[in-house]
Nanobody, 120 residues
């Protein structure tokens, strides 16, 4: 099983970016999916999560600016980031709680991280 994140980049403050992350491999089902970020010198923190049914949870710092969504057919999670600020600069990691086909074990999987840099 693999998670692969796409579409980070360098943008000016106030602009938008949309991250995507696709899960592939021997997947039976996917429970919650989410995005986390880690800025230089800081611990990794939660950005947003979404359940299979579409319930969402956001960090206070991104509420009303970021929107998480998912496509359960494509096993993909998205993060629409609007009104970006320099303090949003970080490496963004996707996460998924996946039940695999072999043995039906459930565990956390992480994407490789994608850099988002917001210039002032």
């Amino acid at each position: 099983v693999q998670l692969q994140a796409f579409w980070g980049g360098l943008v000016q403050a106030g602009r938008s970016l949309r991250l995507s992350c696709a899960a592939s491999g021997s997947i039976f089902s996917i429970d919650a999916m989410g995005w986390y970020r880690q800025a230089p010198g800081k611990q990794r923190e939660l950005v947003a999560t979404i359940t299979t049914g579409g319930s969402t949870n956001y960090a206070d710092s991104v509420k009303a600016r970021f929107t998480i969504s998912r496509d359960n057919i494509k096993n993909t999670v998205y993060l629409q980031m609007n009104g970006l600020k320099p303090e949003d600069t970080a490496v963004y990691y996707c996460n998924a709680k996946i039940i695999v086909r072999v043995g039906f074990s459930r565990r956390d999987y992480w994407g490789q991280g994608t850099q988002v840099t917001v210039s002032s």
